[in-house]
Nanobody, 116 residues
Framework: VQLVQSGAELRNPGASVKVSCKAS????????IDWVRQAPGQGLEWMGRIDPEDGGTTYAQKFQGRVTFTADTSTSTAYVDLISLRSEDTAVYYC??????????WGQGTLVTVSS
């Protein structure tokens, strides 16, 4: 089982970013994909999850309205879109498979830097 994420991104404040997470080694629809981020010097922050089987999503309240999760079952790839970026969104973004409430396999992380 492997999750491979897209490369680092640099954005200006107010812009948007889309990070991908390509899954392999298992049936993509079998597990939720969760998204977690870690800002510099901070702990892990759970953003939400998507069920690739039906596209159902759950968002942490903090991110509702600014984050969108999608999943393309034809390519076994999950995406997170974050709009209206601000400096506080600078972080490493991770995807992870979820089974029975546990985040089991993690992507390598994608650094998103928001700076003018």
């Amino acid at each position: 089982v492997q999750l491979v994420q897209s490369g680092a991104e640099l954005r200006n404040p107010g812009a948007s970013v889309k990070v991908s997470c390509k899954a392999s080694g298992y049936t993509f629809n079998d597990y939720f994909i969760d998204w977690v981020r870690q800002a510099p010097g901070q702990g892990l922050e759970w953003m939400g999850r998507i069920d690739p089987e039906d596209g159902g999503t759950t968002y942490a309240q903090k991110f509702q309205g600014r984050v969108t999760f999608t999943a393309d079952t034809s390519t076994s790839t999950a995406y997170v879109d974050l709009i209206s970026l601000r400096s506080e969104d600078t972080a490493v973004y991770y995807c992870a498979t979820e089974r029975s409430g546990y985040l089991e396999v993690w992507g390598q992380g994608t650094l998103v830097t928001v700076s003018s």
